[in-house]
């Protein structure tokens, strides 16, 4: 049975900080960090939950961060190996601070000699994601001009024919006015010619032929 116990320590509270930030690099749940340490501290996981949600969790505002950031890098880490080499990537396991430097509150920055595998891919994902988005950026204007390119030929195209429905609207009314014209003349001349023949008077010469007489 677990006893549950008041008071909590200074050492206490760093075995409970350490744990839980251990669990989250890993990927793990906070209850499971509070079932380890209850069964380190012989209390209950509630109590190790009330206690880190209440007072230690304050404390370790940016420790938190870091390990959510380390969780993260190592997620991406598996997925890049496995997409690439099709096996999963075994590294060591990052090693974990101290008791002392837990409570401390101040991890010291990381140096160049201690760049780890997921940093470096890390880095260069950042790179590639920002070369594509001015790549991708780059061709969706690329893109926009081309398109109002279009939108104004297709406009000028528009115009075009529009005047040339015009042009052959009034070409064809013409020709229809001339061929009315051709008409009238047409009958006009076949009027008068059979008025003429009509009215004319014509004679015999001595030799046999007809001969058209003057009024």
Same mark, same amino acid.
């Given at each position: ?9 200074? =050492? ?20 499971? @960090?509070? &079932? ?14 009330? /206690? ?17 950031? =380390? ?14 080499? /099709? %096996?999963?990537?075994? @590294? ?15 991890? &010291? ?27 991708? =950026?780059? !061709? ?14 297709? /406009? &000028?195209?528009?115009? &075009?024919?529009? %005047? ?8 064809? !009314? ?10 009238? @003349? ?8 059979? =008025?003429?023949?009509?009215? @004319? ?10 001969? %058209?007489?003057?009024?």
């Amino acid at each position: 049975m677990k006893v549950r116990q008041d008071a909590w320590s200074h =050492e206490d509270d760093v075995l409970l900080a350490e744990t839980v930030l251990k669990h989250i690099r890993e990927g793990s749940t906070q209850l499971q @960090a509070f &079932e380890e340490v209850g069964d380190e501290l012989n209390r209950t996981s509630a109590a190790c939950g009330f /206690r880190w949600n209440a007072v230690v969790r304050q404390r370790f505002i940016k420790q938190i961060a870091e390990a959510k950031k =380390e969780r993260k890098q190592r997620k991406r880490a598996m997925s890049f190996s496995y997409y690439t080499q /099709r %096996k999963p990537l075994w @590294a060591p396991p990052a090693a974990q601070p101290s008791m002392n430097a837990v409570s401390s509150y101040n991890p &010291e920055p990381a140096t160049s000699s201690s760049l780890s595998l997921d940093a470096v891919i890390q880095y260069l994902q950042t790179l590639s994601d920002q070369t594509n988005s001015k790549e991708v =950026e780059e !061709e969706n204007q690329a893109l926009i001009k081309t398109n109002l390119e279009l939108i104004n030929r297709n /406009r &000028e195209l528009e115009i &075009e024919i529009q %005047k040339l429905k015009q042009d052959s609207s009034i070409i064809e !009314e013409d020709y229809q006015s001339l061929i009315q014209i051709m008409n009238r @003349a047409r009958r006009m001349a076949i009027l008068e010619d059979e =008025e003429t023949l009509s009215n @004319a008077s014509f004679k015999m010469d001595k030799n046999g032929n007809l001969e %058209k007489l003057a009024k």
